[in-house]
């Protein structure tokens, strides 16, 4: 199915396949390409609007029966530290951060399938090959960092993330760390950092990806601070994350054909809140 707007880029959605977040439903993803000389403009508009950048495609759930899936964001200047994330801080604080444009290595790819041999043997990337890794590393079209961290006794690499340079923010794009290192909360800790990414830039935003209530892949973004979320066309700040629910009803999820239309591309009208 396809569904084009008067003007470029043109938007498509998947067909269903089972969700890798809630046992028993089913997802769909609106997505359209990202390239050419406006790609820049186009992921910075629509990572406002909720989608998501994997290589050269940018997308948003677009589930039929379900609205349970919401892109996340962390507000700088709202975020402050809980007792637990100060330890992390503080436990990491001789962690080497090394920056650099997107290139593959084989120390990433050997931490890769470590992380996912431990943390998601079963999950949809776990049959990653080492040319597919390279991919999802190098291939993009806008500003994206490789961020790499390095633990100080030894400097061996314990955890990367994939990072996009947002007009607005940085957004993680992908992220995995050694699970030897229980105790470093590495993956608290790559946020953290990502915070100050972001701070010492002067950027407002952290995009974390996905926040999917009653998911426990999912739940840890909603134990910091500062957090909003986008739904029914528009950021809100989170005070209480009990407060949200897996939706589930056909009527939460506007038709394909409207979603689309909604949609606010570079040099056109704001779309409707």
Not at 147 to 163: K, S
Request: overall charge neutral.
């Amino acid at each position: 199915m396809r569904h084009t707007l008067p003007v470029a880029p043109q938007f498509y959605v998947t067909a269903p396949q089972p969700c890798p977040y809630l046992p028993g439903r089913m997802e769909r993803k609106l997505f359209t390409a990202l390239q050419g000389d406006t790609a820049e403009s186009l992921n910075n508009g629509l990572s406002k609007q909720g989608f998501r950048r994997s290589q050269n495609v940018l997308y948003r759930p677009s589930c039929a029966e379900c609205a349970a899936c919401m892109s996340a964001r962390i507000c700088v200047d709202d975020f402050t530290p809980n007792r637990s994330q100060k330890r992390t801080r503080r436990r990491g604080r001789n962690i080497q951060r090394r920056v650099s444009s997107p290139w593959a290595t084989e120390e990433q790819y050997d931490l890769f399938r470590k992380y996912l041999e431990m943390r998601h043997a079963d999950g949809g990337m776990s049959d990653m090959d080492v040319f597919e890794f390279a991919a999802m590393i190098e291939e993009s079209p806008i500003r994206t960092r490789v961020v790499e961290y390095y633990a100080p006794e030894n400097d061996e690499l314990i955890a990367v993330c994939l990072t996009d340079i947002l007009d607005d923010g940085v957004s993680m794009v992908y992220s995995f760390y050694t699970p030897d290192r229980p105790r470093d909360s590495l993956g608290t800790y790559i946020i953290l950092d990502h915070i100050e990414i972001a701070r010492e830039a002067g950027l407002p935003y952290v995009y974390l990806g996905y926040w999917v209530p009653g998911s426990d892949k999912m739940g840890y973004k909603a134990r910091f601070s500062g957090l909003e979320v986008h739904r029914r066309g528009t950021w809100e700040k989170v005070s209480n994350p009990e407060d949200y629910k897996s939706e589930t009803h056909p009527l939460n999820t506007d038709p394909i054909a409207e979603q689309v239309a909604n949609i606010s591309l570079p040099g056109s009208r704001p779309a409707k809140a």
